[in-house]
């Protein structure tokens, strides 16, 4: 029970001081060059895939903790180093039809120490079937 009070201190302390250092104008900050991408009629089973770019345009070094999608169908890969103050980056983001018909819209959320702690960036398509 200790433990669980000192973790939760713990947190509370670090949200915090990320909500001193945005209101400051300090700490990272992440910019997306783009936060979508339709891909228009796909058949079901092709896969896609894009490359978001972003750029850390924050004060601090830029560390992206977690990148997490919506469904097993969607898979990102994002860098595990801090990125610079004014260094780019790019996560890329692949999209399995698979089993899926219609509109899709496959949201990915990337939770940083950024300023603004979870972006999110998605894959829209509409799956035909197979002919």
């Given at each position: 029970?200790?433990?669980?009070?000192?973790?939760?201190?713990?947190?509370?302390?670090?949200?915090?001081?990320?909500?001193?250092q945005a209101s400051n104008g300090e700490g990272a900050a992440i910019s997306f060059a783009e936060k979508s991408k339709d891909f228009?009629?796909?058949?079901?089973?092709?896969k896609v895939e894009h490359t978001f770019k972003f750029e850390n345009t924050g004060s601090a070094p830029l560390v992206i903790s977690?990148?997490?999608?919506?469904?097993?169908?969607?898979?990102?890969?994002?860098?595990?180093?801090?990125?610079?103050?004014?260094?780019?980056?790019?996560?890329?983001?692949?999209?399995?039809?698979?089993?899926?018909?219609?509109?899709?819209?496959?949201?990915?959320?990337?939770?940083?120490?950024?300023?603004?702690?979870?972006?999110?960036?998605?894959?829209?398509?509409?799956?035909?079937?197979?002919?």
């Amino acid at each position: 029970m200790r433990k669980l009070v000192l973790v939760m201190v713990m947190a509370v302390m670090a949200f915090a001081v990320q909500a001193q250092q945005a209101s400051n104008g300090e700490g990272a900050a992440i910019s997306f060059a783009e936060k979508s991408k339709d891909f228009g009629d796909i058949t079901q089973g092709d896969k896609v895939e894009h490359t978001f770019k972003f750029e850390n345009t924050g004060s601090a070094p830029l560390v992206i903790s977690n990148v997490a999608a919506t469904c097993g169908c969607t898979v990102p890969a994002w860098p595990k180093e801090p990125i610079a103050p004014g260094e780019s980056a790019e996560i890329k983001v692949s999209f399995n039809s698979a089993g899926k018909m219609g509109k899709q819209n496959s949201v990915v959320r990337i939770y940083s120490n950024a300023s603004e702690p979870i972006e999110k960036v998605s894959l829209i398509s509409n799956v035909q079937p197979k002919k």
